[in-house]
């Protein structure tokens, strides 16, 4: 069997194992943030933090649940890094630096998972284990929070009220993301990824040389780190090292658990507002631009255009030989499409289109299918905004899901939008002309632009994959990279909590034949068209000097 | 209710007629000369003013780009910045041209208007009951005033003594007189308007500067204008995309410097323009003017720009029965003889009976006799030697006495009771028909005769509600644009549901009561419906304001044009659904250019990519499919198409896109394929198209 035929017939199996989980897990999904009901475990938590969980928050209180939530997150994961020393468990890695830390307290809890270090020299097991993992769970959890308190706004009429932010937050984990991740966890041991305290082993290597393999609890970090779209390894190499994904299976695995809940949740809104057509609708523009993306990585890597590339016959540098081309553009496309980050390749030796595919579905705002929650209410602004440009062509002030969009929802809607186009235009446009930049930049010319766009690309939509070759320890980038991941996620979650309130509190418009059809062909090319307006055509004239450049020589 | 005898009484044919115009309907043009662009210059000109360009975000931005370009032309004159920065400028003029356009066709109008607000002297009434004489504008409200025949009335009030013929024309351009009087319906009058005859005491009802007729002036010349929320919805989407494409820009020139090749003012600012939306950017505001004057054009006048909008939205119809779906009066539709009369004798009777009886009714009997039985129209010279015997109300009766003969028709019972009286017998039969007619929703006419010392009952004559034609198309339209329209009426259920049936309106309030209508309105509302009305009475007054867009009939009382957002000048209730039309169709042109205007980037990106970048990566000359002979060329063409696409399309945003009635989902499949693939399209053939000549220009090609 060749490359191609087996990359198909991964791609068919992924895409089979989606379809058949796709509803069950929709629609279980649904009902946990619909029923009334608590489990033991769940009343327990409400106890301890001292929450009454049958209250209903305003949309205010619920992003002030949000922002707290974070914000005290951001300050017990710093803290335990800066403790690691003198807390146990360390395996006597040395103290992390307050800025190491700080990005790194940022960047997990924001769910960008963007690493400025290595993690096997710097955290030992406790921060691994009750700070990069808790954040795993919990960060996906709040964006699940978020997708559900705005679907609240569809579905409620005639009330300021959008739900709990500590009972959605709670029943993400306990309901959701946790229950899977013990599955997959044993699963992915029984394939050989590794799951040790060990802090590692000592051997000699074939050269005679004296090496210290690393070893961690890697399996059960490695499943949350899909299953939540946070994508930090464990180790430094992430998935491309055999611990964390051994063989084609496990990658096979890592992929479907990186896709099933932002897929799965098209469904959970679809039953939500009583609609499926919806969700199924809103499913098919973010399989169609996966599918693109898929379609221009795939082909690039597998037709090198660089001079070593043609001389080796294959673009294989970067790429691990068990995976070989198919499967590493698999898992590159779906990666990028769901904020996830996770790599098991170098995604700065991918080919010039390749890699801008890489890009590009990043800088659709990830949709392609988004982050766990954020690309569900990602694409839900977006639909939004696809109503409100063409609806108004039928003739009637534009509604969506039988809310009215007007002066409010446009600009909260806006807001969600704006804000990722302008931290990466922003900062980046600031730091090419750097003279430390050029120090930084292991490429100049098309290729280095391309790595510099990666960079604030990754941070502002909370993807956190690297396109490495740059350098971002020194200060303007750790910090403006941190102010990216922290703005790019933080202020469209208060613009759509704001919309989501906003439309809550509307009546409901009932749907007649006058109505804009939200559902079928026509209008998921609109919400595609709009997406491919604002996200592409924002960042065509910058794609053109990095990637489109580079393609073209 | 007071029924508007004007238009109710149009007879068929001119119904038919006024149908048959409408036939194959879309809403017409109003009429767009292209010298109006020339004599609008001025106007545009002046509003180059920055202060007047900060309204419009879109536009602002052009206009500070060329500033800009200016600055930099004048410093470093080549043949390219200077045809570049004219062109950017013409940008700005053109969209200012298109606004001054639609305000210019207000203009006209408003100068007619005022002139008739000529100066008046108003006669006051004192409290002793002497005459005082004021200029109209010290009017205010509660004063008392005397109009004579002749006189021009100084204020819109209501009458509170007398009755009097009034010449409206001014307002309504309607040249036939009016009849105003004290009490009811008909006692509103508008300042400006002329008394033909008698004498009247109106009393005034507004403050002096805030009639009826300033009130209008104001509307037509878009002075009054605020942007409707929909319009603001849409700046606010417009400006994120001006700033979105602005940090495009921006962001752009370092990593051009990066790249090894910064670019030039003149040229950001070009890619900037270009790809901004500045075709609805330029075009919005005369849009939103144009939409308002085609409601003008209609004899309508809306308080609001929101009310129009407003209408696009309206999920429900309240339409009155009569005069809107039926005529506004009974017609003779059947005539069933009884005992031993033919069909024959019963028209020879009834014909009789009615030829001298001028109500429509009496009319509409004679109609049938002549078209139905072949009897003549007119009354031989014997028969005008009649008596005729006018209905009464304590006779309930009208017929005709001639020759001996004595012929009645009438309610039943009164002429059963003068059958009776004449010695007669009234069957059984009679009242099995009676009650039948009256069962079908229709009014029975007994018609009997008296001749030869015998009196007998001829038959029943069958009135019934006749409902307009092409009134059940019309509503078939409406439910495919989701519309649903309910009947009011007065009558009883089982009248209004035969009516309903034939008029195939989706529902119906029978026995209705204006709190019966207003409880509807409010239900409607409550499950997230908009309502349109049309209503003229003072007891419609709060149904009128209740219902979120509120058509009130010019002939109607003041409380009704107060309450309502919109009035109608020729009273026609059936406008209503022409006025939901116009409100769809100013969105769907609002849409249709918004999507036009951004599906046009992506070639203007082929354009100018390639012509900023190919010096430093030559790959990327491929991108250049038009073929644009220079890079300077390629500018200018898209700066060029940029511009004049807008006065292209100011016609279209005058008259509004076509609009036919159809589901949104067919709507929207059309709108998109010609407005957004046409949109993508257009430019790459029109940037080619400007190239091929913009390249004869020394220096650039």
């Given at each position: 069997m060749n490359d191609t035929w087996a990359g198909l017939l991964q791609l068919a199996l992924l895409l089979a194992a989606l379809a058949v989980v796709y509803r069950p897990l929709g629609d279980y999904m649904a009902r946990a943030f619909t029923s009334k009901g608590h489990w033991k475990l769940e009343r327990a938590l409400y106890k301890v933090v001292r929450v009454n969980p049958d209250s209903e928050q305003r949309w205010s209180t619920y992003a002030y649940g949000v922002l707290g939530f974070s914000f005290v997150s951001v300050l017990f994961l710093y803290l335990l890094q800066r403790l690691q020393t003198v807390l146990p468990l360390g395996l006597g890695r040395p103290e992390i630096s307050p800025s190491v830390a700080f990005n790194t307290a940022v960047s997990f809890v924001t769910n960008t998972n963007w690493q400025s270090y290595v993690p096997e020299q710097a955290f030992g097991h406790l921060v691994q284990m009750a700070g990069l993992t808790v954040q795993n769970f919990v960060s996906g959890a709040v964006g699940i929070a978020v997708a559900v308190a705005l679907i609240r706004g569809f579905t409620r009429a005639n009330t300021d009220r959008l739900g709990n932010v500590w009972v959605d937050i709670t029943r993400a984990v306990v309901r959701v993301l946790l229950p899977i991740a013990v599955l997959f966890a044993v699963v992915l041991m029984g394939l050989g990824v590794v799951q040790s305290l060990s802090g590692g082993v000592d051997v000699t290597g074939i050269d005679g040389a004296q090496h210290t393999v690393a070893l961690a609890p890697v399996a059960s970090q490695e499943v949350i780190k899909e299953l939540g779209t946070n994508g930090g390894g464990v180790l430094n190499a992430n998935s491309a090292h055999p611990f964390e994904n051994p063989n084609g299976w496990t990658n096979l695995i890592e992929i479907f658990l990186i896709l099933v809940i932002p897929v799965s949740l098209t469904r959970t809104f679809g039953t939500m507002i009583g609609d499926r057509k919806q969700g199924y609708t809103l499913l098919s523009v973010m399989t169609f631009l996966w599918g693109g993306m898929l379609a221009v990585i795939w082909w690039a890597e597998a037709h090198p255009n660089g001079p070593a590339a043609l001389l080796a016959g294959s673009a294989m540098e970067g790429k691990e030989t068990r995976f070989g081309i198919p499967s590493s553009a698999l898992f590159a496309d779906s990666t990028t499409g769901t904020s996830t980050g996770a790599v098991n390749a170098a995604h700065d030796s991918l080919t010039g289109l390749g890699g801008g595919g890489a890009l590009l579905n990043m800088l659709f705002s990830e949709i392609s299918p988004g982050g766990v929650g954020t690309g569900i209410y990602s694409i839900l602004v977006f639909a939004i905004i696809a109503v409100f440009l063409a609806g108004l062509m039928v003739g009637r002030t534009p509604e969506y899901l039988g809310k009215k969009l007007g002066r409010k929802e446009i600009t909260m809607a806006s807001i969600a939008i704006l804000a990722m186009p302008t931290l990466v235009l922003v900062f980046a446009g600031i730091a090419v002309v750097l003279p430390a930049t050029g120090d930084a930049l292991t490429n100049s010319g098309a290729h280095g632009l391309s790595e510099v766009l990666y960079a604030y690309a990754s941070a502002s939509n909370?993807?956190?994959?690297?396109?490495?070759?740059?350098?971002?320890?020194?200060?303007?980038?750790?910090?403006?990279?941190?102010?990216?991941?922290?703005?790019?996620?933080?202020?469209?979650?208060?613009?759509?909590?704001?919309?989501?309130?906003?439309?809550?509190?509307?009546?409901?418009?009932?749907?007649?034949?006058?109505?804009?059809?939200?559902?079928?062909?026509?209008?998921?090319?609109m919400v595609a068209g709009s997406v491919l307006l604002v996200a592409a055509l924002t960042f065509v004239p910058a794609l053109a000097l990095g990637p489109i450049a580079e393609a073209l020589s | 209710m007071t029924t508007n005898t004007d238009t109710r009484n149009r007879s068929v044919e001119e119904v038919q007629q006024h149908h048959a115009e409408n036939a194959g309907r879309k809403l017409q043009a109003g009429a767009f000369n292209p010298r109006q662009l020339l004599s609008s210059l001025p106007e545009a000109l002046r509003k180059l003013n920055p202060r007047h360009q900060m309204r419009n975000p879109v536009m602002f931005v052009v206009w500070v780009g060329s500033a800009l370009s200016t600055v930099f032309a004048v410093s470093q004159p080549t043949v390219f910045t200077i045809v570049a920065t004219v062109w950017l400028w013409f940008t700005v003029l053109f969209a200012n041209l298109a606004e001054a356009v639609a305000e210019g066709r207000g203009k006209a109008q408003a100068e007619s208007l005022r002139r008739t607000k000529k100066e008046s002297i108003a006669r006051r009434l004192r409290e002793d009951g002497t005459e005082e004489r004021v200029p109209g504008t010290e009017l205010t409200i509660g004063d008392l005033v005397v109009v004579e025949a002749g006189e021009v009335i100084p204020g819109d009030g209501d009458v509170v003594e007398g009755i009097a013929t009034v010449d409206e024309s001014a307002i309504t351009g309607e040249s036939a007189p009016v009849i105003r009087e004290s009490g009811g319906d008909r006692c509103a009058v508008t300042g400006g308007t002329t008394v033909l005859s008698d004498r009247i005491v109106v009393q005034i009802t507004t403050k002096p500067g805030e009639s009826f007729v300033d009130r209008m002036i104001a509307l037509v010349e878009g002075a009054s204008r605020q942007k409707t929320p929909n319009e603001i919805a849409l700046t606010i989407l417009l400006a994120v995309l001006t700033i979105i494409f602005l940090l495009a820009v921006v962001a752009l020139q370092p990593m051009a410097i990066y790249s090894g090749n910064g670019q030039s003012v003149i040229v950001l600012t070009a890619l900037l323009v270009c790809l901004i939306p500045t075709t609805i950017g330029a075009l919005l505001s005369a849009i939103g003017i144009a939409g308002m004057d085609r409601l003008v054009q209609r004899n309508v006048l809306a308080m609001s720009g929101r009310a129009v909008e407003a209408a696009g939205d309206v999920d429900t119809l309240l339409l009155d029965k009569t005069g809107t779906i039926t005529f506004g009066n009974r017609r003779a539709t059947e005539l069933i003889p009884v005992g031993t009369s033919t069909v024959d004798d019963l028209a020879r009777a009834a014909r009789l009976s009615s030829l001298a009886d001028g109500t429509p009714e009496g009319r509409s009997i004679v109609e049938l006799c002549v078209t139905a039985h072949g009897l003549a129209a007119e009354a031989s010279d014997a028969e005008k030697a009649g008596e005729f015997v006018p209905f009464a109300a304590q006779t309930r009766m009208s017929g005709i006495d001639i020759d001996g003969r004595m012929v009645r028709k009438g309610a039943t019972s009164s002429v059963r009771a003068w059958v009776i009286e004449h010695g007669g017998q009234v069957p059984d039969e009679v009242h099995e028909v009676v009650d039948g007619i009256s069962q079908d929703g229709g009014t029975p006419l007994v018609c009997a005769e008296y001749a030869n010392g015998i009196a007998l009952v001829r038959g029943v004559i069958r009135l019934s509600d006749v409902v307009k034609p092409g009134m059940k198309e019309r509503f078939d339209e409406l439910r495919s644009m989701g519309i649903k329209t309910v009947m009011i009426t007065g009558d009883n259920p089982l009248t209004a549901r035969a009516i309903a049936a034939e008029a195939g309106v989706d529902d119906f309030l029978a026995e209705a009561k204006p709190e019966d209508k207003m409880a509807l309105i409010r239900k409607e509302q409550e499950g997230g419906k908009l309502v349109a009305m049309t209503g003229d009475g003072t007891n419609d007054a709060p149904a009128l304001a209740q219902a979120d867009v509120g058509v009130a009939m010019n002939t109607g009382t003041s409380a009704a044009k107060e309450a309502g957002n919109m009035v109608d000048l020729d009273s026609d209730p059936t406008k209503l659904i022409e006025i939901v039309e116009i409100g769809k169709q100013l969105l769907i042109t609002r849409g249709a250019l918004t999507t036009f205007s951004i599906a046009n980037d992506l070639a203007k990106y082929f354009a100018i990519l390639p012509a900023m970048f190919a010096a430093i990566y030559p790959g990327l000359g491929r991108l250049n499919i038009m073929h644009l002979a220079t890079p300077a060329s390629a500018i200018i063409s898209a700066v060029i198409f940029n511009a004049l696409i807008i006065v292209l399309l100011i016609p279209l945003a005058l008259r509004g896109v076509r609009y036919r009635p159809a589901s949104a989902s067919s709507l929207l499949r059309r709108n998109l394929l010609i407005y957004g693939v046409g949109g993508v399209i257009t430019p790459f053939l029109g940037i080619w198209l400007i190239d091929l000549l913009v390249r004869l220009i020394p220096g650039i090609g």
């Open positions: 909370n993807n956190g994959s690297a396109f490495g070759g740059l350098t971002v320890t020194n200060d303007w980038f750790q910090s403006t990279l941190g102010v990216c991941m922290a703005f790019g996620r933080f202020i469209p979650i208060l613009a759509v909590l704001c919309l989501a309130g906003g439309l809550a509190a509307q009546r409901k418009v009932p749907p007649s034949a006058g109505t804009l059809p939200t559902s079928g062909p026509l209008f998921a090319s | -």
